[in-house]
T-cell receptor, first 115, second 111 residues
Framework: GAGVSQSPRYKVAKRGQDVALRCDPI?????LFWYQQALGQGPEFLTY????????KSGLPSDRFFAERPEGSVSTLKIQRTQQEDSAVYLC?????????????FGEGSWLTVV | SQKIEQNSEALNIQEGKTATLTCNYT??????LQWYRQDPGRGPVFLLL?????KEKRKERLKVTFDTTLKQSLFHITASQPADSATYLC??????????FGTGTRLTVIP
């Protein structure tokens, strides 16, 4: 596609509910990232994939957060038993190259509100 | 601890002037530094990348400097326009691929 596409754009979840956020990266992009952005803050790194391999998940805040990219294209970020502190914008980004120092393209984000 | 600080939360300037935004970092050794623009309700958009061995980079009305001794980057927008109003984020990249972001500076250009 023309850009990184994320769905849903907006999600309201009741506390304790599970949510799944989807990311369609730019076609052919090898690298895929998930970030979490709280209101008024910069994005915080969650996890990184190179093709289907999850190379870094050091930013996932708890074991309730899980991400996958089984075929090296679409990725899903799953949050189990959501809590109010999970309310944030979840940004997906992709890049055509493996290494650092290249342009990273962000989606518009999935806005999660936990009530 | 590691920190990335951007000079102020908000910066107001008059149209036509040069806006200068600052990014300072501690306890990082970035190989690359990037600047992004973020509009309300949108994802960040890449503007410029500068490497650790580069002092300055320009693109149209934008200029970025990178001083690894001072651990600082300056981001300039010359001949600013109201359409430049947005939040600007600096981000560091080390040897790994992921980005570490500052909290951003919200720039308002007053007509």
């Amino acid at each position: 596609g023309a850009g990184v596409s994320q769905s849903p754009r907006y999600k309201v979840a009741k506390r304790g509910q599970d949510v799944a956020l989807r990311c369609d990266p730019i076609s052919g992009h090898v690298s895929l990232f998930w970030y979490q952005q709280a209101l008024g803050q910069g994005p915080e790194f969650l996890t990184y994939f190179q093709n289907e391999a999850q190379l870094d998940k050091s930013g996932l805040p708890s074991d309730r957060f899980f991400a996958e990219r089984p075929e090296g294209s679409v990725s899903t970020l799953k949050i189990q038993r959501t809590q109010q502190e999970d309310s944030a914008v979840y940004l997906c980004a992709s890049s055509s190259l493996r290494g650092p120092g290249n342009t990273i393209y962000f989606g518009e984000g999935s806005w999660l509100t936990v009530v | 601890s590691q920190k990335i600080e951007q000079n102020s939360e908000a910066l107001n300037i008059q149209e036509g002037k040069t806006a200068t935004l600052t990014c300072n970092y501690t306890n990082y050794s970035p190989a690359y530094l990037q600047w992004y623009r973020q509009d309300p309700g949108r994802g960040p958009v890449f503007l410029l990348l500068i490497r650790e061995n580069e002092k300055e980079k320009r693109k149209e009305r934008l200029k970025v400097t990178f001083d690894t001794t001072l651990k600082q980057s300056l981001f300039h927008i010359t001949a600013s326009q109201p359409a430049d109003s947005a939040t600007y984020l600096c981000a560091l990249q080390t040897g790994a691929n992921n980005l570490f972001f500052g909290t951003g500076t919200r720039l308002t250009v007053i007509p």
